[in-house]
């Protein structure tokens, strides 16, 4: 892995705008294409072994949650356990999901996997193509997702309940209302009937146990990028059960499990002599270097790295209040003074595809930088 600088193209903001990508500056540079990451064939071909490998790793983890239910480390509250297991035993299909794979001296290691609310989709499967066709359309990327996502929503298609699939975020947020309305507009391609829903316009109809649209018609798909411990809390979330059986839901409920971070020291506990996996506990006794993080936690708020009982690196947040678990440090690499963290998706169960986010710091935070790759 090589990371390369290179001019930008020629108003690149009006090019990234003209497909749709409006968030590419904020109050920090998010796009950045005055560097790449280049992978050689060899190192793209483990990435996707290996992302194939920690999929199913994963769902062996979830089989194992339930048949020892161990809801309670995981922070599952009681009453949506019969979603989860029925959710589980019908085989609702996981649309996506993100692995943070450092890859530092040819070792590929897994930090943490977003399986419930991936963002940088978007990015990734097509603002980074665009660059790629720009740049050297004679180069390769590592980005299947586009087809791969098209295909999914048609075999998505049978396991669907009668009528549209509503996409759902919330306000205020361009970021979210791009992924969705990529993953609305993929659906779409597939041949699906599909409609926008923001969560706070969501409504409960009592008489008849129906979560409904702003037209007060039922909603019976739905995929939402909102995380399923939010919704838990929220007004309505204890009549999720009401409505199991009427409304198809995307992600699942059985991707509680894996969607947060007490996952990774399941993970070391089942597969502990796979090469990919850190150790991982829910004390510090068995670490000299650790990472602290969040049971719940996103972006890298309130995580904290520690070497020999001093914090090297910490960021404040929101987070911290349901616990945190602690991971073997394995440093990012460092380029020029940059950390690049390899996200790995899985979409319908297959690898397609990477994107880097770059930050001048540890802890890969909310004002890393998406920097585009190839492979040469």
Known sequence: MKRIKTIPRNNWQQAVEAIGFWFHTTDNPYWDESVYYEFSLQEISMIEKKTAELWQMCLEAVQYVIDHRLYARFRIPGFIIPLIEQSWEEDHPSIYGRFDLCLKDGQLKLLEFNADTPTSLYEMAVVQWFWLRDFDPTADQFNSAHEKLIAYWKHLAEHLKP??????????????????????????????????????????????????????????????????????????????????????????????????????????????????????????????????????????????????????????????????????????????????????????????????????????????????????
């Open 163 to 376: 009528g549209p699939i509503h996409f759902s975020c919330v306000k205020g947020s361009t970021e979210d209302l791009t992924t969705i309305e990529y993953l609305r507009d993929c659906a779409m391609q597939a041949g699906l009937e599909t409609r926008e829903l923001f969560m706070e316009d969501m409504g409960w109809q009592i008489n008849k146990h129906k979560f409904v649209d702003l037209s007060a018609k039922p909603i019976h798909n739905i995929f939402k990028l909102y995380p399923w411990e939010y919704m838990l809390t929220d007004p309505f979330g204890r009549e999720l059960l009401q409505a199991a059986n009427d409304l198809f839901w995307m992600e699942p409920a059985w991707k509680m499990i894996l969607s947060n971070k007490a996952i990774l020291p399941l993970l070391y506990q089942l597969f502990s002599e796979n090469d990919l996996i850190l150790q991982a506990a829910d004390t510090t006794s068995a670490f000299n270097d650790f990472v602290r993080k969040p049971v719940f936690g996103r972006e890298g708020s309130n995580v904290a790295i520690s070497s020999n009982g001093r914090i090297l690196e910490e960021k404040g947040g929101e987070y911290g209040s349901e616990g945190f678990i602690y991971q073997q440090l394995f440093s990012l690499p460092a380029f020029d003074g940059k950390y690049p963290l390899i996200g790995s998706w899985i979409i319908g169960g297959e690898p397609a595809g990477i994107g880097i986010r770059e930050s001048d710091s540890l802890i890969t935070d909310n004002t890393s930088r998406f920097v585009p790759h190839l492979i040469k």
